[in-house]
């Protein structure tokens, strides 16, 4: 069956410093959505990807979808406290409606 | 406007009894959908419900099923708990349509499920 992989699965990074995940998937995706999950509380919707290529921007995230539809990244420039939790991708293919979650990359922001 | 709403916050259950989960969608959402999220794992799909029907499921034994209400509200049942159902039970609404990924989801706060 269709897997969505995530990698990595913890990212320690200085406050100030980037941050990227990466999402890959088995099969070519419709499209992909990410969210972010604070420690303790529940997953947040950040962004959809629709098209081969598509790049968005939300102030300092950047999310791009592969000209496959099989991969999909998220990188954050010069991290802040405020960005710490675990960011999730979940994708679905073109035949099967389901949202398939990643196991998601946990961003910690070292003292 | 409220948010997707879930309750209990909390539960323990002993194994092999049956557990009652809740969920109020956001308003103007129709679809709801239940996630399973074991620590430090993603979100596991359970089933979506529309109009009152299960519209899809993931990979779940049918100890899982559901209900979901005319006002959009929604249940979900678990029988014959095992301690593997430890887990973060999460509730979310959308607007209609049966490809989930058409629409984001709003998620609830969840209902955090202790077998013993």
């Known amino acids: 069956g269709q897997q969505v992989m995530q990698i990595p699965q913890y990212q320690h990074v200085q406050e100030g410093e980037d941050f990227t995940t990466y999402c890959n998937s088995s099969t070519t995706l419709s499209n992909i959505q990410w969210y972010k999950q604070r420690p303790g509380g529940h997953p947040v919707f950040l962004i959809q990807?629709?098209?081969s290529g598509e790049v968005k921007k939300q102030k300092r995230l950047t999310f791009q979808f592969g000209e496959a539809k099989k991969n999909s990244s998220l990188h954050i420039t010069a991290t802040q406290t405020t960005d710490v939790g675990t960011y999730f991708c979940?994708?679905?293919?073109?035949?099967?409606?389901?949202?398939?979650w990643g196991a998601g990359t946990k961003l910690i922001i070292k003292p | 406007d409220a948010g997707v709403t879930q309750s209990p916050t909390h539960l323990i259950k002993t194994r092999g009894q049956q557990v009652t989960l809740r969920c109020s969608p956001k308003?103007?959402?129709?679809?709801v959908s239940w996630y399973q999220q074991a620590l430090g794992q993603g979100p596991q799909f359970i089933f979506q419900y529309y109009e009152e029907e299960e519209r899809q499921r993931g990979n779940f034994p049918d100890r899982f099923s559901g209900h979901q209400f005319p006002n959009y509200s929604s249940e979900l049942n678990v029988n014959a708990l095992l301690l593997g159902d430890s887990a973060l039970y999460l509730c979310?609404?959308?607007?209609?349509?049966?490809?989930?990924?058409?629409?984001?989801?709003?998620f609830g706060p969840g209902t955090r499920l202790t077998v013993t």
């Open positions: 979310a609404s959308s607007l209609e349509g049966w490809r989930l990924a058409d629409y984001e989801q709003y």
């Open positions: 979940a994708g679905s293919g073109n035949s099967n409606y389901q949202l398939i």
């Open positions: 308003s103007g959402h129709d679809t």
């Open positions: 990807l629709v098209k």
